[in-house]
């Protein structure tokens, strides 16, 4: 059978060879998922370019922003609250904030992740583009460093409980995020 004789599942796109449907690991097909226009092209030009007030449809999908559908402002400062309250207590990472208080990084990073996801683009007005890499250049961002900020953040996202499909591409985010942020060997010897 040619692969324009192959059936294929409406609802996703997605079959076996023997056109047997592909459920999606979220229990549903994906094509009932709530669609979640952030892609790469769209942040990226979402943080070239001036957004619309939070709870206005992204222009490129007709679709609310991914801030929007999480939950908007009360959802990132959650996020960022919990994150840098595991911060506190970390001996190897709170070294790395200058400040006594924390509070002007907690503020920094939740305009960061609400701009990046479609909110409010305070951080770009106030600080300018973001410049993540030269930012935490004076640092030595090891793997443990990564990891520990990871842990942190970990907790953040999980006391949002949100849906599946947008933890999942929040972690995501974050992951690749932290990974590129590494900028120095690790401390730990050798095995």
């Given at each position: 059978?040619?692969?324009e ?7 996703t ?6 056109g ?8 549903e ?6 669609p ?20 206005e ?6 679709a ?9 402002h ?8 919990v994150f ?19 509070g ?42 990564r ?45």
């Amino acid at each position: 059978m040619s692969s324009e004789q192959t059936p294929t599942n409406p609802e996703t796109g997605a079959t076996t060879g023997d056109g047997t449907a592909i459920p999606s690991r979220f229990g549903e097909p994906v094509a009932r998922l709530l669609p979640i226009p952030v892609h790469r092209e769209v942040a990226a030009a979402q943080a070239l370019s001036p957004a619309g007030a939070p709870g206005e449809k992204d222009e490129a999908t007709g679709a609310d922003t991914f801030y929007d559908q999480i939950g908007g402002h009360e959802t990132f400062a959650k996020l960022v609250h919990v994150f840098y309250e595991g911060i506190a207590g970390d001996e190897l990472l709170r070294p790395m904030y200058e400040d006594e208080d924390l509070g002007p990084s907690e503020r920094r990073m939740l305009m960061f992740l609400e701009q990046y996801w479609g909110g409010p683009r305070t951080y770009l007005e106030e600080r300018g583009h973001p410049r993540l890499r030269m930012r935490h250049m004076p640092f030595a961002v090891t793997p443990e460093a990564r990891d520990r900020w990871l842990l942190h953040m970990r907790a953040g996202v999980d006391a949002l409980h949100l849906a599946p499909l947008h933890e999942a591409t929040l972690w995501d985010y974050l992951e690749r995020a932290a990974h590129s942020l590494v900028n120095s060997a690790s401390d730990a010897p050798a095995p």
